[in-house]
């Protein structure tokens, strides 16, 4: 039994990571989320079911559109396996609970901001609005911490948005983003105020690590995804933190 939850639950997370993929190129494109189909972006064919099954049509199709044999982007596939992997590590760490659920949220927004921040520079509101309701029904389970977690979630986002106004006014550009303290209290509403530090504390880390190994040559640089990385290790790594 324990074995077919589990193969469930990475089939669920393969055809999730799909769709959270299409998200993450629609929304900022303004392209409706069920029509059209999918389709090619280089030559706009549509793409056939069979052609479209999570992981194995871009190991099948060497990563080319079957059509006009352009390149297909990597980035969904690796949000695919990314999204399984970790519905199934977060299964396996805390089962059927509050952690597992709140390990799933936070990965479903993750896998849409890895493609709509990475490609666009954009993260998108509905996603975090539904992160968060999706996250209140769930922390609405443990009472105790309920009303702290909301708490935390406050004040974590109004020190980073001092935060932002000084670095505003010192570096005289934007230096975080609206989008990423809307990231930042939703991260602090799933984990709590100190999980949340010690989660900031490995994004800005990894940020770091991939702009020197990727040699970026932009002054922008996609943040959204780190935190939501940060938060996901902290979770997994150290779930008694995740209380105020």
Do not use: Q
């Amino acid at each position: 039994m324990e074995t077919i939850i589990i193969i469930f639950v990475g089939l669920l997370g393969m055809v999730l990571g799909s769709f959270y993929a299409c998200m993450g190129y629609r929304i900022p494109n303004k392209i409706p989320l069920t029509k059209p189909n999918s389709f090619c972006e280089n030559c706009k064919r549509e793409i056939k079911w069979y052609m479209n099954i999570p992981i194995f049509s871009y190991i099948f199709l060497k990563g080319k559109c079957a059509y006009c044999k352009s390149k297909i982007d990597p980035l969904s596939f690796i949000v695919e396996i990314i999204t399984s992997l970790l519905f199934v590590l977060f299964y396996l760490k805390f089962g059927l609970s509050t952690n597992f659920l709140l390990g799933l949220v936070l990965t479903s927004v993750l896998s849409v901001t890895i493609v709509s921040d990475f490609k666009y520079y954009y993260i998108s509101d509905r996603i975090v609005v539904l992160g968060l309701l999706f996250t209140l029904a769930i922390i609405h389970v443990e009472k105790d911490y309920f009303f702290e977690k909301i708490i935390s979630a406050f004040v974590v986002t109004l020190l980073i948005l001092i935060v932002k106004l000084i670095g505003d006014k010192v570096f005289k550009r934007e230096s975080l983003g609206w989008g990423d303290i809307k990231l930042l209290f939703f991260i602090s509403l799933s984990i709590g105020f100190y999980s949340t530090l010690i989660s900031l504390i490995i994004a800005c880390s990894t940020t770091l690590i991939y702009y020197y190994l990727s040699k970026r040559e932009e002054k922008e640089i996609p943040f959204g995804p780190f935190l939501l990385i940060g938060a996901l290790i902290v979770l997994f790594v150290m779930p008694s933190y995740s209380v105020f």
